[in-house]
C-alpha cells in the first residue's frame, strides 16, 4: 500500500458486509410502505391520465363532431328538424308534416290522422299474410257484428293493429289476452286474430280456432274454460287505453335532446388518502398548502374560447370576462355563480335579413363615381348567468353546470369604399357598428363541464367544455338545420377576497 | 451476488415476497454503501429504502449481460445518496464550515501494514464519519467508489478544483486520525 486511497480501497473492498450488517424485518417494513406508496402513486396517475384522455375525447367530440345526431341517419335528423322548425309554418300542411315523417311508407292509411308512426311500421314489420288474415276477419266480422262501430272502437282497432305488429316480440302474450278480452267483451273481433296469428305457438292456434265462435256468442256466454289464459275481466281493460308498447322504438322520430353532461367519475384509488405511518423523509408529492377556512370567495374570470366554425369566414374566437362569486359547502364540494360577458364569433345573420352589401355607381360626363357599402357580423355579445357545482381535490376541481344568457348586442364591421374616375379607391372600415338584433334569438340556455387547478391561493386555470342548446339564429330558413353551438374554453380565475 | 433471473422478474412485476427475497439479498451491501456516506444507521436505512425503491423501479432497465448486478445496485445506491444529499442543500454552508477546520499533517509516514492490522472496517467507517460531509462524500466518491474528479465536479455541482482540494483535506484527516488510532488501539 503506498497511500491512504489504496489502503481504504482495499480495506473496504475486501470488507464482507453480511457480518457486519444484520437484516432486520423492520427495514423492509418500511421499504415495503414505501413501495406500496409509490405503486398507489403510480396507479393514480394512471388513473388521471386515462381523465386526461376521456377529457381530451370530449374536448374533441365538442370541437370536431356536430351535437347529439341520435340514431336517426343524418338525413334523416335533417328532415326532422326541418319539420320542426316549419312546425309554426302556415305554408306546411299537416300531411306534408306527416309525409316527411313517415318517409317511404307506400300507404299511410290515417284515415283520422291520429297516428302516423303506427301504420308504417305495420307495413314494414308485419307479413303479408297477416295483413290479409285481418282483412278477412275484419270483414267477417261486418256481417256478425251488426251495430255501426264507434270512434272509440275504431281506435281500439288501429291499437289492436299496432299490438299485432309487435306480436312477434316478447309482447305476444300481452297483445293475445287483450285481443281476447276484446273479443269477449264483443267490441272488436277484428285484432284477435291477428295477434294471435302472430303467435307461432300451439296455444294460439287454439285461441283462433276458438275466435269465431267467441265472436258469434255474445261475451257472457264465453265458458271461462275454453280459453284458459283469460283472467282479467274485460271491464277491467277498457279497449281505448292502448299500452305504450304498441309503438315499436325503431321508428319513432327521435328527438335530439342533447344528454345531459356529467362529472367524471372519480376513480376509487384517487380518493384513498396517504397512509400516515408511512416513513419517508421527504414527500413524493407537493403538498399543497391548505386552504383557508373561508365560505365565500369572490373574484374574477376571464377566458379564451374556442367555438365551432359559426360562418363561411370561418371566425372561431371567442372570449368571456366577468365575475364569480363561490361559496363552499364543505371541503369539497361548493357552488359558483357567476355573472359574465361573452362574445361569440360571427354568425352573420341571412342576407334578407339586415346585413347586405349595397354599390350605388353614378355615370358622369366626365367618368364615375362608385359607393360601395359591405357590412360584416364580427359577433355578438352576451351577459351570461353561470351556476356551477364544484367538486375539489387538493389543487384540482372538476365543475358541471348550466348557464343562462341573454343577447346584448350585435357587433357589425362596417366597410365603405368611394372609387372615382378622378380618384383612387378609398376605403374606411368602422370595426365597431351596432347590428340587428331580430334575427338572432334574444336568450339562450348552457350546459357546461370542464377543470380547475389551483395554482396558489389566488389564481386558478380553468378548461372547460361548454355546449349551448339555443341556436345562435332564430332560422337558417327552410330546410337548414339550425343546431346548438359548441365550444371550449381556456382561462383564468383570480380570486379577490 | 448470484441472483436468479426469475426472482428479479418477479420482483419487477410487483411480485412483493419476490421484492422481499431481492431487499434481504441486498441489504448487506447496501447498508456498506450508505453507512459510508451517512451520518448514522437510521439514515442510512432511510437512504437504503429509497434507494432499493429506484432499483425496484428500474429493474426493466438492468442488462444482465452487460453489468453484474451488484454493480449496477451500488451505483443506483451511490446515486440516490448523492441525489439526497444534493436536495438537502446544506452543503453550502457546511463547505464554508469546513475551511476552518485545522488541517493536520502526520510527521512520521503510516506503516500501512500496520494500520491494516490494527484497524477494521467499521473504524475506517467512523473515521469517514468524522469528516465534513461534503469531505466525506467526495472522498468516498473518488477514493472507494472510483469516481473521476471530473464526475464528481458533474455530481456534486463543483469545480474539480473543489473536489481535489476536498480529497486532499480527507487525505490529511484520515492519516493523522488513522495514526493516532493505531499507536492508541
Known sequence: ?497 | MNLDPQLLLAAQNGDRKAQSALYRSCFPLLMAVCMRYRRDKQDAVSALNNGFLKIIQNLDKYKRDEVPFEAWIRRIMINTVIDEFRREKKWRELTVFTEHIERAFPDEPIDWNEADQRLDVQHLEALLRRLPPMTQKVFNLFAIDGFSHHEISDLLGMSEGTSKWHVSNARAQLQSWIKTEYQTA
Open chain 1, 1 to 497: 500500500m503506498e497511500n491512504i486511497d489504496d489502503f481504504m480501497r482495499q480495506k473496504f473492498d475486501s470488507d464482507d458486509p453480511q457480518e457486519r450488517f444484520e437484516f432486520q424485518e423492520e427495514y423492509w417494513e418500511q421499504a415495503q410502505a414505501l413501495l406500496e406508496r409509490e405503486e398507489n402513486r403510480r396507479r393514480r396517475r394512471v388513473w388521471y391520465f386515462l381523465l386526461l384522455v376521456l377529457a381530451m375525447a370530449l374536448l374533441a367530440w365538442f370541437l370536431v363532431l356536430p351535437w347529439g345526431d341520435g340514431a336517426l341517419s343524418e338525413n334523416k335528423g335533417k328532415e326532422e328538424q326541418s319539420t320542426f322548425l316549419s312546425e309554426n309554418s302556415e305554408n306546411q300542411s299537416a300531411e306534408q308534416r306527416s309525409s316527411a315523417l313517415t318517409e317511404n311508407t307506400e300507404n299511410p292509411a290515417n284515415t283520422n290522422g291520429k297516428t302516423t308512426m303506427g301504420e308504417p311500421t305495420m307495413k314494414l314489420s308485419e307479413p303479408e299474410s297477416v295483413e290479409e288474415s285481418i282483412q278477412r276477419e275484419r270483414n267477417r266480422s261486418a256481417s256478425f257484428v251488426s251495430e255501426k262501430p264507434s270512434k272509440g272502437t275504431q281506435q281500439n282497432r288501429v291499437g289492436n293493429k299496432s299490438l299485432a305488429k309487435t306480436g312477434k316480440s316478447d309482447n305476444a302474450g300481452g297483445v293475445a289476452r287483450l285481443s281476447d278480452e276484446q273479443v269477449a267483451a264483443g267490441r272488436n273481433t277484428i285484432s284477435s286474430p291477428a295477434a294471435q296469428s302472430a303467435r307461432p305457438d300451439q296455444a294460439g292456434q287454439k285461441k283462433i280456432e276458438n275466435t269465431s265462435s267467441a265472436i258469434a256468442n255474445p261475451p257472457t256466454t264465453t265458458p271461462p274454460i275454453t280459453n284458459p289464459p283469460i283472467t282479467t275481466p274485460p271491464i277491467t281493460n277498457p279497449p281505448i287505453t292502448t299500452p305504450p308498447i304498441t309503438t315499436p322504438p325503431a321508428l319513432i322520430p327521435t328527438f335530439n335532446i342533447p344528454t345531459p353532461l356529467t362529472l367524471f367519475p372519480i376513480p376509487e384509488p384517487a380518493l384513498v388518502p396517504l397512509k400516515p405511518w408511512i416513513l419517508a423523509k421527504e414527500p413524493i408529492a407537493k403538498i399543497t398548502k391548505p386552504v383557508k377556512n373561508q365560505r365565500f370567495a369572490f373574484g374574477l374570470t376571464m377566458a379564451g374560447a374556442a367555438y365551432q366554425s359559426s360562418d363561411t369566414m370561418g371566425r372561431w374566437a371567442g372570449w368571456a370576462i366577468g365575475l364569480f362569486g363561490k361559496y363552499r359547502l364543505n371541503k369539497n364540494w361548493s357552488l359558483m355563480l357567476g355573472i359574465q360577458e361573452r362574445f361569440v364569433p360571427g354568425f352573420g345573420a341571412p342576407v334578407e335579413s339586415s346585413n347586405p352589401g349595397e354599390t350605388v355607381q353614378l355615370r358622369y360626363s366626365f367618368g364615375f363615381k362608385r359607393e360601395e357599402w359591405k357590412r360584416e357580423t364580427r359577433g355578438l355579445h352576451y351577459l351570461e348567468i353561470p351556476l356551477s357545482a364544484q367538486w375539489h381535490k387538493g389543487p384540482w376541481g372538476l365543475e358541471a353546470g348550466g348557464a343562462g344568457g341573454m343577447l346584448l348586442a350585435v357587433q357589425n364591421s362596417t366597410t365603405y369604399t368611394v372609387e372615382s374616375s378622378l380618384e383612387a379607391a378609398k376605403t374606411t372600415v368602422k370595426k365597431f357598428t351596432k347590428g340587428d338584433t331580430k334575427p338572432y334569438n334574444q336568450t339562450y340556455f348552457s350546459g357546461f363541464a370542464g377543470a380547475e387547478y389551483r395554482l396558489n391561493n389566488r389564481i386558478s386555470v380553468m378548461a372547460r367544455g361548454q355546449y349551448r342548446f339555443t341556436p345562435v339564429l332564430k332560422s337558417l330558413g327552410e330546410g337548414v338545420a339550425n343546431k346548438g353551438l359548441g365550444n371550449v374554453e381556456l382561462g383564468l380565475r383570480a380570486r379577490l377576497f
